[in-house]
Structure formats: structure tokens, C-alpha cells
């Protein structure tokens, strides 16, 4: 009981400070840029346009809002960190009840050594089933944290308190609209696990020597090494489900003509890739094209770092800058 309590305290301290962060991540996402970019050089020396970092939108926010303004969707998505850490654990103490009733079972039969393998594929296939238990229970929450984030866009006022928006939503949108862009989050996050302990098993097992003394630090640091990888390689999929969240709910961010309307969440993933056809976790995606010509406007070329004239249309750098 102590320690579900001290990992949903220190979960609660981590999302009350990461928050403002995650605000300027998910405007980031959907496409919002307020800043212009500027001119600058990449690590190869090459003339780019670049966008302000994450303190700069965060900056304009403040200036908006106010410091208070940052914290936007704190108390759903607070909500949905703690429900979540409660229901992960309880999944995983059902798990080792039931292996304390086998061991404990008529016989006592002495059970045969289970290989390595084996025992990672049995933990991370409990490990996924708390997770998307944990996800599916909280994502309404997840929902009505991006929509409240969102709506900063158009400066709406539809999504502001918690019981306010899961009346709107189920007003509007019914039951599924609590569990809009679920399935590519889950599917993520189910990738995302096993491609990670899969290649920890790899490197601890047959690229790390045991008979040294410090490959035993070396295999404690490759499952953190793994997991960047995995979430690296499984970003589109969270991408894909923020925009999905957003999609079609009457707020200016998802909404025509700053945003689609996708019919699903593989049009979305189909739509995203012909905007930025390249590799979704390539580094190059961080750059944008050289200043140069932009070939909107009015018979007169202006350098691509120009803000777009209409205020809620996608700029034209909007894909590159979201997929990453």
C-alpha cells in the first residue's frame, strides 16, 4: 500500500511539472506555430529554417495566459495518471497472487527451470495487459486533457472544467467519443513494450560479455537504451492518436480549414505520409528546407520562413515539425 502511494505521489509530482512542456508538445502536434522560424545552420553547415524550441512556445503562451495558462489539463490529465498507477498495479498484484497460489499448490511440485526467454515473453505479456488495461480505463481523461489544450488554438472555452467536458462529449459525441484515437495509442504502446524488452533480452544475452565486471552496469542502462529506441520507432502511433483525439470536435485545432477531417485513424497515418514523406523518426525531419522561394503569395515569391497569412490555416513546415 506504501509503495502504490509513494509511485502515485512521485507520478503526480512528474506531470505537474512536465505539464507545461506536454502543452507545447501537443500544440506542436496538431500543427500550431505562432512563432516564425528563423534562419540558422544545421550540424552539417546547411542553411535551414528553424523553428523556436519548446521554452520559446512556452514564453508565448505565458504571455497569452499567464503562468497559470500553462498548466491547461492538468487536473484530467492528473486524474488519469493516478487512476492509471492504481489500476497497473492492481493488474500486475493479481498476477503475482496467482503465481503465489501455483507455487503453493497440492504436490508442491518442483517446477523445472523456465528458460530466459520464456520468462521474458511471460512478463512482458502481464506487463502489456496492465498497460492497456491502464489505457483504456484512463484515456476519456486523456481526451478531455488534449481537448482542454487544444482549444488554446481558436481560444475556445468548451472544454474548461472536468465535469463540464464529459457532459460535452457524451452531449455530442456519445460514449466513443471518450475513446477517440484509442486504438492507435494502444497499439503503440503494445509495440512500443515488446520491441523494447525483446532488444534488452538481445543485447543483455549476445552482445554484452557476463564475465566482465561491468556489464553488469552496461545491461541495467540497456533496457532505458531500448525503450528510447522502441518509443523512438513507435512515435507515429501517438502522433497519429493526439490528432485523432482532437479530430472533429468543434474546436478551431481540429476542425477545417486549419485540420482534416480523417474518417479513421489509418486515413490519418495515410494523410500524414503523403505530408512528410520521409522516415517519421528520421533526425532530418527537425530541419526544414533552405530559405528560398515560397511559392504562395501573390505573384511575388517570399523566403519560406514567412508566417502564412491566415492565422489558423497549417503552415507550410507543419508536417515535418509534427512527426517528430
Known sequence: MADAASQVLLGSGLTILSQPLMYVKVLIQVGYE????????????????????????????????????????????????????????????????????????????????????????????????????????????????????????????KYCGLYDSIVTIYREEGILGFFAGLIPRLLGDIISLWLCNSLAYLVNTYALDSGVSTMSEMKSYSQAVTGFFASMLTYPFVLVSNLMAVNNCGLAGGCPPYSPVYTSWIDCWCMLQKEAPCCCSCWACWALPPAGPWGRGRGRARPSCARPSRPHAPPPWRAHRRWR
Do not use: W
Open 34 to 157: 505562432p512563432l516564425p522560424p528563423t534562419i540558422g545552420r544545421n550540424i552539417f553547415g546547411r542553411q535551414v529554417c528553424q523553428l523556436p524550441g519548446l521554452f520559446c512556445y512556452a514564453q508565448h503562451i505565458a504571455s497569452i495566459d499567464g503562468k497559470r495558462g500553462l498548466f491547461t489539463g492538468l487536473t484530467p490529465r492528473l486524474c488519469s495518471g493516478v487512476l492509471g498507477t492504481v489500476v497497473h498495479g492492481k493488474v500486475l498484484q493479481h498476477y503475482q497472487e496467482c503465481d503465489k497460489v501455483e507455487d503453493l499448490g497440492p504436490g508442491n511440485v518442483q517446477k523445472e527451470v523456465t528458460p530466459s526467454f520464456d520468462q521474458v515473453i511471460k512478463e512482458t505479456t502481464r506487463e502489456m495487459m496492465a498497460r492497456s488495461a491502464a489505457t483504456l480505463i484512463t484515456h476519456p481523461f486523456h481526451v478531455i486533457t488534449l481537448r482542454s489544450m487544444v482549444q488554446f488554438i481558436g481560444r475556445e472555452s
